[in-house]
Nanobody, 124 residues
Framework: QVHLVESGGGFVQAGGSLRLSCAAS????????MGWFRQAPGKEREFVAT????????DYTDSVKGRFTISRDNAKNTLYLQMNSLKPEDTAVYYC?????????????????WGQGTQVTVSS
């Protein structure tokens, strides 16, 4: 069992930056691949980024490439999402998720554990 808690969300103007964190507890954090997803009002949850357990491989949805960076610190049991050049369309609740597979997955159904989410609001 893995317990995930996101933090770092907030209100920012377009062009600004935020850094989200996801603190993990329970089973060995380094055994899990991790991902970030987001859900805007009235829309389905969508994939944002994912990272392997070692941190050596990552994948991003096209709309955030070059602006967002996913990283992890296994010694601190923490996942991060650095978000730069934020746009109003990035406004959503952001969730971190974990799975024990060795691959990079974009499908939400592939993830076993989820956090409660943190709100990110970007004003124009």
């Amino acid at each position: 069992q893995v317990h995930l808690v996101e933090s770092g969300g907030g209100f920012v103007q377009a062009g600004g930056s935020l850094r989200l964190s996801c603190a993990a507890s329970g089973r060995t954090f380094s055994s899990y691949a991790m991902g970030w997803f987001r859900q805007a009002p009235g829309k389905e949850r969508e994939f944002v980024a994912t990272i392997k357990w070692s941190g050596g491989s990552t994948d991003y949805t096209d709309s955030v490439k070059g602006r967002f960076t996913i990283s992890r610190d296994n010694a601190k049991n923490t996942l991060y999402l650095q978000m730069n050049s934020l746009k109003p369309e990035d406004t959503a609740v952001y969730y971190c998720a974990a799975h024990m597979g060795s691959s990079l997955y974009r499908a939400a159904r592939s993830y076993d554990y989820w956090g409660q989410g943190t709100q990110v609001t970007v004003s124009s």
